[in-house]
């Protein structure tokens, strides 16, 4: 017998029905003779034509009815295939050869991505069981939008990766503020002073219960969304007094571990980008170590240049950040942008890539602003010009070994 964390094999085996299913699919086959009830919420209707039609049913309900019946029946089906697939899946390959995507519409949303578009949210029952879409609670504010959604997921996804309180405000997708303290209400002011002018509109995301303090920061601030775990009512009732505002109540958990993404015809299929990193993991290159302060942001950094959009830059000081470039299709160019969102807090930073540099440009670019030290993945054939030229200007440099594109 098969044993897992979720369930034994040969008791699921024996969970399955046989009789009930083929039933339902015999009787919506045949639906011009026989009506196929797949949901109890027809039995007032089934009621209903009985008495209105002495007895028959009208056969263009039984029509429609089956077809209800044959996506239960498929649903069921689906719903095995998915657990048994994550039951008996080899421990060194997490992609079954088949997969039965079984997703149940959770809500309408305002609109998609532009205003123009229709859109709804569906919950994924099938070989992904995480994430906070499950557990998500509205406890205030009006309807959730396609964007609100995704900004959302940016948001939650970033601000689970930190052990102590932390706060993360999304825009457009990227973080453009985040902090880390141990106080909530102090990392909520920091990731606020991050960039002020684009948390407008944003998307704020705590670890934490959200006491009113924290919930204070942002109360003359106009933001979409705010999730958290919890909130203390004094908190909720400040929030709930900001017009529109969208709360949500989700536990804070690391999320599915697949990522699909959908492209015309089929989907892309991949692990979820989880490696996080400690100090030993991070190989100094330069002849001169960053400090422990340096080391402690490094890691922060790196951590948010995770979740940003390649070509990402991030420059960070005292846990928080202080610039971010996001999305351009050159790194000096993402470089150049951080640096203007820092507006001077640049100096003495330190600064995380997402990837490698295939030049010593951005190092050179660094330290004309006075930023200190680099966390980047290494693996260029050109590393070691950009280790030179740390070593030229004073500046320390550490390899990861791993990239973390964000596409």
Avoid at 30 to 43: G, L
Avoid at 215 to 220: I, M, P, R
Avoid at 395 to 405: D, P
Wanted: charged share 25%.
């Amino acid at each position: 017998m098969m044993e897992t964390g979720e369930c034994s094999l040969d008791k699921v085996v024996e969970e399955i029905d046989i009789g009930g299913i083929t039933l339902l699919r015999a009787s919506a086959k045949n639906f011009r003779y026989v009506v196929a009830v797949s949901s109890p919420t027809q039995y007032p209707e089934l009621i209903e034509q009985l008495e209105k039609n002495h007895g028959s049913f009208p056969e263009e309900i039984s029509a429609q009815w089956a077809v209800s019946a044959f996506a239960q029946t498929s649903l069921y089906d689906s719903h095995i295939s998915s657990y048994l697939s994550r039951l008996l899946s080899p421990g060194d390959d997490p992609f079954p050869s088949e997969i039965s995507l079984v997703l149940k519409k959770k809500e309408s949303l305002r609109y998609g991505e532009n205003p123009h578009q229709k859109a709804a949210l569906y919950e994924d029952l099938s070989f992904d069981p995480d994430g906070f879409v499950k557990h998500i609670e509205k406890l205030g504010g009006k309807e959730l939008s396609f964007n609100n959604i995704l900004d959302t997921q940016a948001a939650y996804s970033l601000v689970a990766e930190f052990p102590t309180p932390a706060v993360v405000i999304v825009k457009h997708n990227n973080p453009c503020g985040v902090a880390v303290d141990s106080s909530l209400s102090r990392a909520a002011q920091k990731a606020l002073s991050g960039d002020p002018v684009s948390a407008y509109g944003g998307i704020i995301a705590f670890n934490r219960p959200v006491d009113r303090d924290s919930a204070g920061v942002f109360k003359d601030l106009f933001i979409e969304v705010i999730i958290a775990p919890q909130y203390d009512p004094d908190a909720l009732s400040l929030l709930q007094g900001k017009k529109n505002l969208r709360i949500l109540q989700a536990p804070i958990s690391h999320g599915a571990r697949l990522d699909l993404k959908k492209v015309d015809g089929g989907f892309l299929l991949q692990d979820k980008d989880f490696i996080t990193y400690e100090k030993p993991n991070l190989k100094v290159a330069t002849t001169l170590s960053p400090t422990e302060k340096e080391q402690n942001d490094l890691l922060f950094g790196w951590i948010v240049a995770k979740h940003v959009k390649s070509n990402a830059i991030i420059l960070a000081k005292d846990n928080q950040t202080v610039g971010i470039g996001a999305g351009q299709m050159s790194r000096i160019d993402s470089l150049k942008i951080a640096v203007i969102k820092a507006e001077g807090r640049e100096k003495g930073a330190v600064l995380a890539s997402d990837a490698f540099f295939p030049f010593s440009d951005v190092v050179k670019e660094a330290s004309r602003h006075g930023i200190t030290a680099i966390i980047q993945p290494g693996g260029s054939i050109r590393d070691q010009d950009s280790t030179d030229a740390c070593n030229r200007l004073g500046m320390s440099m550490v390899f990861t070994g791993m990239r973390h594109f964000r596409h």
